[in-house]
């Protein structure tokens, strides 16, 4: 879903463009529906998140990732690194506070056109 609304998004935007600067008549009138319509598909792509979310030790921790914004590591609602962009990334933190502080926490992900796989392990202190 991310992808694909990105993907098609992204190509009307230039097509309306392209049309636009470059288009005749009718095709001309075109250009500008067709880039609303893939600026609005492109807002929508970044609103969709593909999000895990685990306990661990009275802990929270979750990945996410926005077409928009790359990859997150939240642990206990606190963002600890963020803004990665992609296929294959490594993401590190630490558990801050409480039980198992010091502990680091790494999420490995690995984005495709049609799967996306995260792995979140907790290597201890």
Same mark, same amino acid.
């Given at each position: 879903?991310?992808?694909?609304?990105? +993907?098609?998004?992204?190509?009307? #935007?230039?097509?309306?463009? #392209?049309?636009?600067?470059?288009?005749?008549?009718?095709?001309?009138?075109?250009?500008? =529906?067709?880039?609303?319509?893939?600026?609005?598909?492109?807002? @929508?792509? %970044? $609103?969709? +998140?593909?999000?895990?979310?685990? =306990?661990?030790?009275? &802990?929270?921790?979750?990945?996410?990732? %926005?077409?928009?914004?790359?990859? $997150? /590591?939240?642990?206990?609602?606190?963002?600890?690194?963020?803004? @990665?962009?992609?296929?294959?990334?490594?993401?590190?933190?630490?558990?801050?506070?409480? %039980? &198992?502080?010091?502990? !680091? #926490? !790494?999420?490995? %992900?690995? @984005?495709?056109?049609? !799967?996306?796989?995260?792995? /979140?392990?907790?290597? =201890?202190?």
């Amino acid at each position: 879903m991310q992808q694909g609304l990105a +993907l098609v998004g992204a190509a009307l #935007v230039v097509s309306g463009i #392209v049309l636009m600067a470059t288009g005749q008549g009718a095709a001309r009138g075109l250009g500008l =529906p067709a880039t609303v319509v893939g600026g609005g598909l492109l807002f @929508a792509a %970044s $609103r969709v +998140l593909v999000r895990w979310e685990v =306990p661990y030790g009275g &802990h929270i921790i979750r990945f996410e990732n %926005s077409v928009v914004f790359g990859e $997150r /590591l939240v642990i206990d609602g606190e963002r600890y690194t963020g803004g @990665a962009l992609g296929y294959r990334k490594v993401i590190e933190g630490a558990i801050r506070r409480g %039980s &198992h502080t010091g502990e !680091r #926490v !790494r999420a490995e %992900s690995v @984005a495709g056109v049609v !799967r996306f796989r995260c792995k /979140l392990t907790v290597e =201890p202190f």
